[in-house]
């Protein structure tokens, strides 16, 4: 995204390796990046779409409101770039998941808890995604629709795979199951602040037993709580 490296000769740093040296000079760069970044997220996060200002994202991080444009063109393009690192983060873990051990069940179960569990951490982009990415322009709502979609997928595939293995229900439809999962999941976001236990790992196991509960077959051992 910068190309601020390439233009400045490497000489701030002496006697040192010469990728070592571009490292040093383009680390300031990229972390300032990521402190925008957050900062959109967390705005978009407490105040919504149509409350947050791009001199709120300023205020936050003590700039100018002209800097931000460095970064991005407009309110709406924050919001598409936090959308997306919001999506990205759990499409990430959830191909790690599911292309790792466990049964297709137990995969499910371990991507429902890493869809829910960081919203009690405060993580503002996925809770930015989950609220206002309605509000995005067409085109961009399609780009991030895409990315939705990928994660979607994988979600479906171990269902599909859950009833290969006969751990679920034959009949269930499986757009269905899909959406209804990532549905429960997505509406955990409204939950930090009420949780019944307290904690929104307790939200996660008890979305667990209902969804997966709900389409299982009697042979599989649903792990929650």
């Known amino acids: 995204m910068n190309d601020v490296t390439s233009r400045v000769r490497p000489r701030a740093v002496a006697n040192a390796e010469p990728d070592l040296q571009i490292r040093r000079l383009s680390i300031g760069p990229r972390r300032r990046a990521e402190e925008v970044l957050e900062a959109a ?10 409350g947050a200002s791009t001199q709120d994202i300023a205020d936050r991080l003590g700039m100018r409101q002209a800097s931000l444009y460095y970064y991005f063109t407009s309110k709406e393009a924050a919001l598409e770039q936090v959308c997306q690192r919001g999506i990205e983060n759990i499409i990430e873990d959830a191909e790690i998941i599911a292309a790792g051990e466990g049964s297709p069940t137990e995969r499910l179960e371990a991507i429902m808890r890493r869809h829910i569990e960081p919203i009690a951490d405060h993580c503002a982009s996925l809770r930015a ?37 006969g751990e679920l229900r034959p009949d269930i439809d499986v757009a269905i199951a899909r959406d209804a999962l990532l549905g429960m999941c997505n509406h955990a976001a409204h939950w930090p602040g009420r949780e019944p236990a307290g904690s929104m790992k307790h939200v996660a196991e008890e979305l667990i037993r209902l969804v997966l509960r709900g389409i299982a077959t009697e042979r599989p051992s649903i792990t929650a709580g």
């Open 41 to 50: 997220a967390m705005v978009f996060a407490e105040r919504g779409f149509h």
């Open 129 to 165: 995604y989950l609220h206002e990415v309605r509000f995005l322009p067409r085109e961009a709502k399609k780009r991030v629709g895409k990315l939705a979609r990928r994660y979607e997928r994988i979600v479906e595939t171990l269902i599909e795979e859950g009833i290969a293995a």
